[in-house]
C-alpha cells in the first residue's frame, strides 16, 4: 500500500505543478487533540495504546476529507518506510519511533495526516505548497470541527484544548513555514535573525524540526505560543514575521548576486557537475549542493 502513496501523482509536496515562491517552499499547521478518558500516549500501556488507535482510526476513516485515504500501523513499516514518512513531513521522528499501538492516516494527496498516538493522542497536520497560511488554516479548522463531531475532545474552559506537554495548551496550535534563506546564511544574517524572531515568540528550527540540522539552508519557522491567544491572533502574528524575513532573504539574495556574481556562478556551476555526475551521493550533500 505505501508503494502507492509514493507513486501518487496527486501528492501536493512532491508532484505539484505550480510554481513555489522563491521563499517560502511550504506551509503546515498542526493541533495536538487528545481523547476524553483514556491516559496520554506515555502513561497509557500497549493495550490502551491500541484501543485508542483503532478508535482513532475508525472514526476518521470516515470523513469526507479522508477519501481513498491510506491507514498504516507504524510496527508494520519497515525502516525505509517510515524514513519515506518523515522524509515527506507526513510523520515525526517521534512517531516513526513509536512501538506498538502507533499509527497514520494519510489522505489520497498527501496534503492531510493524522498520527495516532505520538505525544498526544493525536496530531493533525495540514500540508500546502507555497506561502498559504489562511487557506491551510481554513483546511484543517474545517476537518477538526467535523472529527469533533464523532469523538470527544478533551477541552476545558480554562486552558483550552489539553495537551501531554504544557507548552501546547490552549490552540493546540502550531503553525509552520519551510523557508529556503541561503541569502541571510551566506550573508552572515541568519543568527541575528533567530534572535530577533525568538524575541516575537517566534522559533526557528531545521528541516526536519526540533533537533535537526537546516541542511541546504532550510528553515521550519512556527509560533511557540499556544495559550492566551486565538488561532487568528498566532496566524496573523506569524505571517507578519515571515514577511518581514521574506524581505530580507530576497534583499540579502539580490545584494549578494551583484557584489559576488563571478563567485556564484562558480558555485552553481560545480554543484551542478557534482550532481549531473555523481555515481553515490549523500542525502545532506545533496541538499546541499541543490
Given at each position: 500500500m505505501i508503494e502507492a502513496l509514493i507513486n501518487n501523482d496527486q501528492a501536493e509536496l512532491t508532484q505539484h505543478s505550480k510554481k513555489a515562491a522563491p521563499v517560502v517552499l511550504s506551509t503546515r499547521i498542526r493541533l495536538a487533540r487528545n481523547l476524553v478518558g483514556p491516559p496520554f500516549p506515555e502513561r497509557a500501556d500497549v493495550e490502551q495504546r491500541r484501543e485508542v488507535l483503532t478508535r482513532c482510526a475508525e472514526q476518521i476513516g470516515t470523513l469526507s476529507q479522508m477519501d481513498k485515504g491510506a491507514f498504516f500501523d507504524i510496527a508494520e513499516l519497515s525502516d525505509l518506510e517510515k524514513q519515506v514518512l518523515v522524509e515527506r513531513h507526513l510523520i515525526s521522528r517521534e512517531l516513526s519511533e513509536g512501538d506498538a499501538g502507533a499509527g497514520v492516516y494519510i489522505n489520497k494527496g498527501q496534503t492531510c495526516?493524522?498520527?495516532?498516538?505520538?505525544?498526544?493522542?493525536?496530531?493533525?497536520?495540514?500540508?500546502?505548497?507555497?506561502?498559504?497560511?489562511?487557506?491551510?488554516?481554513k483546511q484543517i479548522n474545517a476537518f477538526d470541527s467535523e472529527l469533533e463531531k464523532t469523538i470527544d475532545v478533551a477541552?476545558?474552559?480554562?486552558?483550552?484544548?489539553?495537551?501531554?506537554?504544557?507548552?501546547?495548551?490552549?490552540?493546540?496550535?502550531?503553525?509552520?513555514?519551510?523557508?529556503?534563506l541561503p541569502g541571510l546564511v551566506i550573508s552572515g544574517q541568519m543568527e541575528r535573525v533567530i534572535r530577533a524572531v525568538n524575541q516575537l515568540g517566534i522559533t526557528v528550527r531545521g528541516l526536519f524540526g526540533e533537533g535537526s540540522d537546516a541542511t541546504g539552508h532550510i528553515f521550519q519557522i512556527s509560533n511557540q505560543q499556544t495559550l492566551g491567544e486565538s488561532e487568528g491572533e498566532i496566524l496573523e502574528r506569524l505571517g507578519n514575521v515571515l514577511k518581514t524575513i521574506i524581505d530580507h532573504e530576497l534583499n540579502a539574495r539580490f545584494k549578494y548576486l551583484e557584489e559576488n556574481k563571478t563567485e556564484l556562478l562558480d558555485q552553481i556551476g560545480r554543484a551542478y557537475g557534482v550532481l549531473k555526475n555523481v555515481f553515490v551521493i549523500s542525502s545532506n550533500e545533496a541538499m546541499n549542493l541543490l
Open positions: 495526516s493524522v498520527m495516532i498516538n505520538e505525544e498526544d493522542h493525536l496530531r493533525i497536520q495540514f500540508l500546502k505548497t507555497g506561502f498559504n497560511l489562511k487557506s491551510v488554516w477541552f476545558t474552559s480554562e486552558f483550552g484544548y489539553l495537551t501531554a506537554c504544557p507548552t501546547n495548551l490552549g490552540t493546540g496550535l502550531r503553525a509552520s513555514v519551510m523557508m529556503h
